[in-house]
């Protein structure tokens, strides 16, 4: 449903997403400690709440049929972000939770970045930074001649805004005037080694982005209600491609990584595995007893 979310109208939904957001926490902490591996849990974690307004309560798709040609279309361009992608697909319902259990195996439908040839509900592959928003831009491109009613969605990361490539199909896509087209930053602050500052700081991001020619909108990339009222915003931009900056917390949900400079890919210790889930246990009970007030 396209539609911004009303704090007293939709108190329901807003509940029911919320939890889905702790759910898909959940499923990435047990996905690194059940395999005993390295995720890159900094991106995946601060992408949740955008990924779970996308798939569950924006794009238009059907998890039954991955290649409708009428499906709206999401390029994961921070392809390293995988992991909190599938989790999405799987809870939207474009293959089982048990597909988990091969993650990053040869041979698996779930490799360590998106595989448009292997992963039901990918429509693009990714894994360099820089790689995904252009092809996001061709989609863009074909939805517009076509005169279709498909929209493509696009998340990039704050980081990956240092590629050239992101700034030409920028502004290719503000020359076309692609308005199909709407891009989403995980503007978390962070790169995969540290902060953005004092390295290769892409900021004022919003005012490069509106140099570039695109229409810019910045909100909190944790509520769902703030972003609801950001991609209606960009719904109603004729003319012109749209970016959301979404302000997040890299790491989200793990103190461990929210308190303390981390890289984005890292193993947890067994303490900062039991303390992330009592974490979201506790903010599972939050939610749930707001409701309930």
Request: with cysteine.
């Amino acid at each position: 449903m396209k539609q911004a979310l009303d704090p007293n109208r939709d108190r329901s939904a807003i509940q029911v997403l919320e939890l889905k957001a702790v759910a898909h926490r959940r499923r990435l902490l047990e996905l690194g400690h059940s395999l005993k591996i390295r995720l890159h849990y900094g991106g995946s974690m601060s992408a949740v709440e955008i990924l779970d307004i996308l798939y569950f309560r924006w794009m238009n798709f059907d998890p039954s049929r991955p290649d409708w040609a009428e499906r709206d279309r999401f390029v994961l361009s921070k392809g390293h972000a995988a992991p909190s992608l599938y989790v999405a697909l799987s809870m939207a319902g474009f293959f089982a939770d048990g597909e988990f259990n091969n993650f990053r195996r040869i041979g698996s439908s779930l490799q360590g970045h998106p595989d448009r040839e292997k992963t039901p509900g990918v429509d693009c592959s990714s894994g360099s930074l820089g790689q995904g928003f252009p092809v996001a831009c061709g989609m863009a491109i074909s939805s517009k001649m076509d005169q279709s009613a498909v929209r493509i969605y696009a998340l990039l990361g704050d980081g990956e805004c240092n590629e050239g490539s992101i700034w030409e199909a920028a502004l290719i896509s503000a020359n076309l005037r692609l308005d199909t087209l709407t891009a989403l930053v995980d503007r978390n602050g962070k790169s995969s080694y540290g902060s953005m500052q004092g390295r290769n700081d892409v900021e004022p991001l919003a005012d490069k982005w509106a140099a570039f020619g695109w229409e810019v909108i910045v909100c909190n990339g944790h509520s769902f209600v703030e972003l609801s009222r950001a991609l209606a915003q960009a719904e109603a931009v004729q003319g012109k491609p749209r970016v959301i900056l979404c302000d997040t917390i890299k790491g989200k949900g793990i103190p461990f990584a929210e308190e303390n400079p981390t890289r984005s890919n890292f193993a947890l210790t067994e303490e900062q595995y039991q303390g992330s889930i009592s974490h979201l246990n506790d903010e599972e009970r939050r939610i749930r007893n707001e409701r309930a007030d």
